[in-house]
């Protein structure tokens, strides 16, 4: 199946471009995801799929379907 | 000790300079810069008096901490009763003018009265005089500053102005120091434009002392190292503050289209991405970091106009680099008037810095013009011709440059966002508090927010709490209060120590304690600091109440309090100011009107203004 | 082993002042930047910021313009040094320098320059960003 990512800041660096399409497995999850983009764990990082956030505990819970769309971003706290 | 015990105090309308002790008991009270600006204020003026009158003081206030080799210490305060709100106005400001004025020798700079005609006040160490101004006055920002420095041939002057926008009494002119650092909220460049006075120059040889050299060195490595180190400052450094466009629109945290939306489409042209990226004809928006006094993060960005874009192309007076996008101009001037166009963004930062004008204010007080005027309320025959369409960026910079001139629709949109809606007929649009227009979070999905500013003392202001990571994991309303409220008295503090809040990325209290220790005294424990930052708090509130507001103040506009989210994290949630108020006032100890308690007021040594 | 130098890199720097701060500290005990022997000038609006100090060059016009022979040379670190007990406070070494980096300092009424602070500059100590580094020019 097939995944939109679109990714932001520092996270952009692990996706050309800052967005993409992505084939996964159909039993694939939000790990999978970071995992494929090569995004290193100790990374700060923040994962919105389609209208929700995913806990850090739930990423390898989370299963994705066919068009979701994954935001990755930095969870940034001053601006 | 830090402090030099010297107050410059100015009245301008008698046209004398004299210099007194710095009350020493205050300081011990209210730590420095925005905390002891509002004890002087409120000891020194009626808060009745009207923002724009003579009676209204105009504090410029350091910190102990300021010009300090501690990182940051480039910090002032602007303290005064702001016109946008009404209320209290204390506005922060970087780059050197803050520092220079500390190194002249002056702890505080206390302007009162009105100049009969235009002047500037210049300072050389123990030389203070109030020079005629005409010259300069109806002049830019830009225009003052240098020629200021180049009539006294000294490039090291460093000045702090106002622009046409001040003068004429735009609602949210700021105070511009170094070309392009503001104490830029709350409308404090028109209380000085009330003043006629159109410029503060400062050239300082006199220092700052340093009672133990080798105490002072090693709190400043310790602290100096745990700032490099952390992930926050890094993230700062490299993206600038306009890394968080992209996190807020992902969240669906981005007012957009004058808060009728939480996301953009347009974030990748104006995001630190772009502004990075090399154009099709070799422009690149970005030039390089730039750093306030002292300052080992540099958030600052440099930025250039691409020549060929329409707002420059037959300028070239503004082909120069000067300040970029930070988050909020790029909100300002981007999603929440759904425009994506990173050189008209950067152009109309030029002219809030040239014309010195708050960007938040000015960019949320066009997106309510904007919502009116395709709800067919402002008519084009009003807007000088300028159609004013969600995503018109001809709109943004003509009507940026107007108002700034305060020319044509530009005197309109000079008013603020709530006095204009309230023209029009249309208050429920006005997306503010207090008068004083939101920054780039939407309050339906960051709850936290949404209580801060609500109860903020200087009207709707990002930078006076932190609940950023209780917002981010929890989109209720919900145990908001707690923090809410211990991040308002700890920033009130750090806001009076000198430094600038991005600080703390890396550091808490215990290293602010360390800093101001080493400065003022070993009595300066960590509970005292805490507990000084709640007086500030409670003396602004305090201020506030005594001028007029009360807790029907603390609110939000109906958008965010009955329309819910329609995307994003908090999709169909609204702002639970109900739920979380009340709360919040209890922790405080106000009384359900929102008023201080007698104990409050007992704990806190304030109760001689019950 | 060649003599080190203060490295200056224009493109590094944010005009930060923590060198001149830490200048200031180092020789005069106090935060005074108007004090420093190290300077950062800005250009275009903080386009380019430049920070800037003796090059402790070999001619040394300083020292050879000095009627008191009051400067003379560390041959360790290769640095120009004032000894202000033999500074009259003539200036005249000021006109000599042609790069304006030995300056009169009207609280002591001599004239101060860097001197590498003897081996450990507190400048390339305080630079956040890399742009003032002490060593060997590759």
Known sequence: MQVTIKAGGAIAEYVPGGSTTLDVANDACVSTVIELLGIPSDKPLMVIVNDDLIP????????????????LVQPIQAG | MTWHQKVLRVDLTAATIK????????????????????KYLIEGMDPTADAMSPENMLIFATGPLTG???????????????????????????GKFGAELKFAGYDLLILQGKSPT????????????????????????????????????????????????GEQGVRYACIVNDLHRAAGRSGVGSV???????????????????????????????????????????????????????????????PTNNFQAVSFDGTDKINPAAMAAIEADGHQNLINNKACFACTIGCGRIAHINKNHFSVKDRPRYHHASGGLEYETAFAFGPVLGIDDIDALTFAGYLMNEHGMDPISFGVTLAAAMELYELGIIKLEETDGIPLTFGNAEALTVMAEKTGKHEGFGQILGLGSKRMCDKYG??????????????????????????????????????????????????SGKGKAEPCKTSQDTIAMIDSTGLCIFTAAAWGVPEFQQMVADACG?????????ETGERIWNIERIFNLRAGLSAADDTLPPRLLETPAPSGVAKGRVAELDVMLPEYYSLRGWTPAGIPNAQTLARLALTEYA | MQTKLLILDANLCTSCLQCEIACSLEHEGLFAPAYSRIKVFEFEHGKRSVPYTC????????????PTSAISINAELGTKVVDESLCVGCKVCTVACPYGTINFNTKSGKVTKCNLCDGDPKCAGACPTGAIIYGVPA
């Open chain 1, 56 to 71: 850090a505990v739930k990423y390898a819970t989370t299963l994705l379907a066919q068009d979701d769309r994954l935001s």
């Open chain 2, 19 to 38: 210099t007194e002790p710095l009350n020493m008991e205050w300081a011990d009270q209210y730590l420095g810069s925005r905390g002891l600006g509002s």
């Open chain 2, 68 to 94: 300090t080799a501690c990182s940051t210490s480039g910090r002032y305060s602007v303290v005064t009763k702001g016109p946008l709100t009404n209320a209290i106005a204390c506005s922060n400001s970087g």
């Open chain 2, 118 to 165: 235009p002047v500037y006040l210049m300072i050389q160490d123990d030389k203070v005089e109030l020079l005629p101004a005409e010259q300069y006055w109806g002049t830019t920002v830009w225009h003052t500053e240098e020629t200021i420095k180049e009539q006294h041939s000294d490039p090291q002057i460093k000045v702090a102005s106002i622009g046409v926008a």
């Open chain 2, 192 to 254: 000085m434009g009330s003043k006629n006075l159109k410029a503060i120059a400062v050239r300082g040889t006199v220092g700052v002392p340093v009672a133990d050299i080798a105490a002072t060195r090693a709190v400043v490595k310790h602290t100096h190292k745990l700032l490099e180190d952390s992930e926050g400052r890094k993230q700062l450094t490299e993206y600038g503050t306009n890394a968080m466009i992209d996190t807020m629109n992902a969240f669906g945290g981005l």
């Open chain 2, 426 to 475: 249309r208050p429920e649009l006005a997306m503010a508090v207090k008068g004083q227009e939101f920054a780039g979070y939407d309050s339906r999905a960051l709850q936290g927010m949404g209580l801060g500013y609500a109860t903020s003392n200087r009207g709707a202001c990002h930078l006076k709490h932190d609940v950023f990571e209780e917002d981010m994991s929890d989109q």
């Open chain 2, 522 to 530: 070993d009595h300066w424990t960590e509970e005292k600091l805490i």
């Open chain 3, 55 to 66: 090059t402790q060059c070999e001619e040394a016009y300083c020292m050879e313009a000095c």
